[in-house]
């Protein structure tokens, strides 16, 4: 039976090191996924990603189990990541569109297995959709990504964001509208 993340918690604060490596291997993917997207730099998510599971394992009991798991690792990972871009002093606009190594909602929407045809494609949408997340404001990448490719709910989102649940609603519509408006001007229907 499979330990609860949780559980997992409890027995890494209580010495089980192997507890860590599972909550690892249950969000590294997503986690990262997250940050690079954020950063739009593999060696900046990777130097976040290590920044967080570094905090997490030196402060295992910063975890309460009054919030969801993901919900909390991803409010520390934001935290990380926003403390890198002040630290930056000159925030540049940040991208969310990563390197194509993992495409999150992208691979929703290309087929699995497309023939030479489909490839062509797919790969002109997913670069017509790269381009369009390109031309939306960090902000709205960001809620974007995180509702549809971390696929946090409403209240997660809003609770991370430390906005109001109506907000969060509002901010995901207006990105989604944006995409949609992007690509449609860029004859992508």
Same mark, same amino acid.
């Given at each position: ?29 997503? %986690? ?26 030196r402060t295992p009991k910063a975890y ?31 991208? %969310? ?12 929407l290309i087929s699995p297995e497309p ?25 709205q990448r960001e809620i974007f990504y ?44």
């Amino acid at each position: 039976m499979e330990r609860s993340d949780a559980e997992l918690m409890k027995a890494f604060a209580e010495g089980e090191t192997g507890a860590l490596g599972e909550i690892i291997s249950r969000y590294g993917a997503p %986690l990262y996924g997250y940050l690079l997207r954020l950063s739009g730099s593999p060696e900046t998510a990777s130097d976040l990603f290590q920044d967080v599971f570094v905090k997490l394992a030196r402060t295992p009991k910063a975890y309460g189990e009054r919030y969801k798991f993901s919900a909390w690792l991803f409010t520390v990972a934001h935290h990380a990541a926003m403390d890198h871009f002040r630290r930056r002093s000159a925030r540049k606009a940040e991208t %969310l569109d990563g390197d194509g190594s993992d495409p999150g909602l992208l691979s929703r929407l290309i087929s699995p297995e497309p023939g030479p045809a489909a490839s062509a494609q797919n790969r002109e949408l997913k670069s017509a959709i790269e381009k369009a997340l390109e031309h939306l404001c960090p902000d709205q990448r960001e809620i974007f990504y995180l509702r549809h490719y971390s696929g946090l709910t409403f209240k997660e989102i809003a609770a991370l964001l430390k906005i109001p649940i109506g907000t969060a609603l509002a901010r995901v519509s207006r990105a989604a509208a944006a995409l949609r408006k992007e690509l449609e001007k860029n004859g992508v229907q």
